[in-house]
């Protein structure tokens, strides 16, 4: 019988009173998140490794300050929107085309479902090529709460959080980047329709 897996709190506790292994198990349990949402904000994997890595850095150095306002993942997250403003600042991104898959992971993927009819799945590829080329073309500020929001899925209080925003501003801001991808994407849908 295994035992259960430590609570993020549990990991924390053991984090504060000098257990290294523990902050490791969080940097495994959250590390493709950050990295995910790294890469959406960024679309660079090379930049996203890099932010990843020095939000977990930046994390384990202000783990003393952490007050568990809100969770964990909450909180690294808020460190890597912060990381990845200040690299633009910085001028050391710039935004690229989100998610490309190179020839051999989409063969790989065609191998993985014998299924699926390849015009289906071309399309489908293409269709998500353009969604994520127009989130790629939004506004920074847009991008960013976008990519928090629908494609990592935070409730709007904690993107609120994370952004340090108020909740209506988060909300009219989403509203506004969601309706530049509409428009950005009705020719397209029109084409297909």
């Not at 202000?62 to 007050?67: C, I």
Request: with cysteine.
């Amino acid at each position: 019988m295994t035992s259960p897996e430590p609570t993020d709190g549990q990991l924390l506790m053991n984090c504060r009173r000098g257990d290294p292994r523990s902050f490791g198990l969080l940097i495994e349990r959250y590390q493709d998140r950050i990295y995910n949402t790294a890469l959406g904000m960024l679309g660079s994997p090379e930049d996203a490794a890099d932010v990843a890595q020095e939000v977990f850095i930046k994390a384990w150095r202000s783990l003393a300050g952490f007050r568990g306002d809100s969770s964990f993942l909450t909180w690294v997250t808020r460190i890597t929107y912060n990381t990845v403003i200040s690299h633009r600042r910085k001028g050391g991104i710039q935004t690229q085309s989100l998610w490309i898959e190179d020839d051999d992971s989409r063969e790989e993927k065609a191998s993985d479902n014998p299924g699926v009819d390849p015009a289906d799945e071309s399309l489908s590829r293409e269709a998500q090529q353009r969604v994520r080329a127009a989130i790629a073309a939004l506004p920074d500020d847009a991008r960013r709460l976008v990519v928090l929001r629908d494609i990592e899925g935070m409730e709007y209080e904690e993107i609120a959080d994370v952004t340090g925003l108020p909740l209506g501003t988060v909300k009219s801001r989403l509203h506004r980047a969601r309706m530049q991808l509409k428009e950005t994407l009705e020719p397209y849908a029109a084409e297909n329709a």
